[in-house]
Nanobody, 132 residues
Framework: QLQLVESGGGLVQPGGSLRLSCSAS????????MAWFRQAPGPARKELAC?????????DYSELVKGRFTISRDDAKNTVYLQMNNLKSDDTGIYYC????????????????????????WGKGTPVNVSS
């Protein structure tokens, strides 16, 4: 059974850092496009960052987080990470990990460009609260 479990969320002051983890089971993350999304109060999940599957390491970022967040993958641990630096109060929300088989696409951005609809597999999320 394919499963994604996020961890690492919590309370952090503005300007601080957190690293989120997404541990996968039932599949290997290096074969999937993997992404992080954020849901602030409201219905929409906003795409933040993705990393290529098919053993690639190409990445793509939303303008919301470019230069502050870094997505990475540890194939030996079957885990995807999101390093978040210089956090702002607007970064508060529930952070979700998502995965999608690469299929015929060559970059994860092809799926991230579709928003949350581009990904079939989701974790349950981890909360991040940026507050002084």
């Amino acid at each position: 059974q394919l499963q994604l479990v996020e961890s690492g969320g919590g309370l952090v002051q503005p300007g601080g850092s957190l690293r989120l983890s997404c541990s996968a089971s039932g599949f290997t993350v290096d074969r999937f496009a993997m992404a992080w999304f954020r849901q602030a109060p409201g219905p929409a999940r906003k795409e933040l960052a993705c990393i290529d599957g098919n053993r690639g390491h190409g990445t793509d970022y939303s303008e919301l987080v470019k230069g502050r967040f870094t997505i990475s993958r540890d194939d030996a641990k079957n885990t995807v990470y999101l390093q978040m630096n210089n956090l702002k109060s607007d970064d508060t929300g529930i952070y979700y990990c998502a995965g999608q088989p690469m299929g015929t696409q060559t970059t994860c951005g092809a799926y991230m460009g579709r928003g949350s609809g581009g990904f079939s597999y989701w974790g349950k999320g981890t909360p991040v609260n940026v507050s002084s």
